[in-house]
């Protein structure tokens, strides 16, 4: 199982991925990226985590995700919003897994 990315990043300098974490139904991935960014340019981007079953020699299988952007909806969009207020602070927060893959991530 692993995760990943910061959109819209054409080159996908802004893609990082986890460690994949074997044989375990609970991964814990306890893994922190970090973006250089002007914090102006934070309202054009969304955070689009995924996270993706990895399997040797087939296509990886999509567990599900979370999107924070200005687009986001409820808890998603008030942490967006507190990342934005509080520049240079990190905001974490738990947020529930969707079983929509975002749109604009077709494939691993």
Do not use: M, Q
């Not at 240079?88 to 749109?103: A, F, Q, S, V, Y």
């Amino acid at each position: 199982t692993y995760c990943k990315y910061l959109k819209p990043d054409e080159d996908k300098k802004s893609k990082h991925k986890t460690a994949v974490k074997k044989k375990t139904l609970n991964p814990e991935f306890n893994e922190e990226f970090c973006y250089d960014i002007k914090h102006a340019d934070l309202t054009k981007k969304t955070l689009e985590i995924t996270v993706w079953d990895y399997d040797i020699g087939k296509s990886n299988d999509f567990i599900g995700g979370v999107v924070l952007g200005i687009n986001a909806k409820g808890e998603r969009l008030k942490h967006w919003f507190d990342c934005l207020k509080n520049k240079d602070k990190k905001i974490e927060r738990w947020h529930t897994l969707t079983n929509e893959l975002p749109g604009a991530i077709l494939s691993d």
